[in-house]
């Protein structure tokens, strides 16, 4: 531009190149932030399930606990069953061993399987009860 003196005049913008590079390199940014948000999201998921599974076992140990209070003589050795969280599917099996140490202290081992369309995993909890007259 030439200005009223016939002096150059330099202009003040971003030329069209410079604005489609700029557009580039923040359409690349912007992709790499929504990749790692659904990375984020699918740990998160998974995550929930762990912590359902590990809720189900606590639960399911609680019950055998009980169980044994109420009637040592009945205490089923192995148990295992099946539940529905929303569209997750759970399996379970608790299995309860004698120690070979103590005779009434018994290991339970309870393990957690879960489901969730092609997403599958487990969780293994193991603790020790207190079963009186070595059953």
């Not at 984020?40 to 762990?50: A, E, G, M, Y």
Request: with cysteine.
């Amino acid at each position: 531009m030439i200005s009223a003196t016939g002096q150059k005049k330099k202009s003040r913008g971003f030329t069209l190149i410079e604005i489609m590079i700029s557009i580039a390199i923040l359409s690349l940014g912007l992709i790499f932030v929504l990749q790692g948000l659904t990375h984020c999201l699918s740990i998160l998921r998974i995550s929930q399930n762990n912590l359902e599974a590990s809720l189900l076992a606590e639960d399911k140990m609680a019950e055998l606990e009980i169980a044994i209070k109420q009637e040592p003589d009945k205490l089923s050795k192995d148990t295992s069953g099946e539940s529905q969280s929303g569209n997750i599917e759970f399996k379970w099996e608790i299995r309860l061993s004698p120690d070979q140490e103590y005779e009434e202290l018994n290991e339970v081992n309870a393990a957690v399987y879960w489901r969730e369309g092609k997403r599958a995993g487990s969780s293994v909890f193991n603790t020790y009860l207190m079963v009186p007259n070595g059953k």
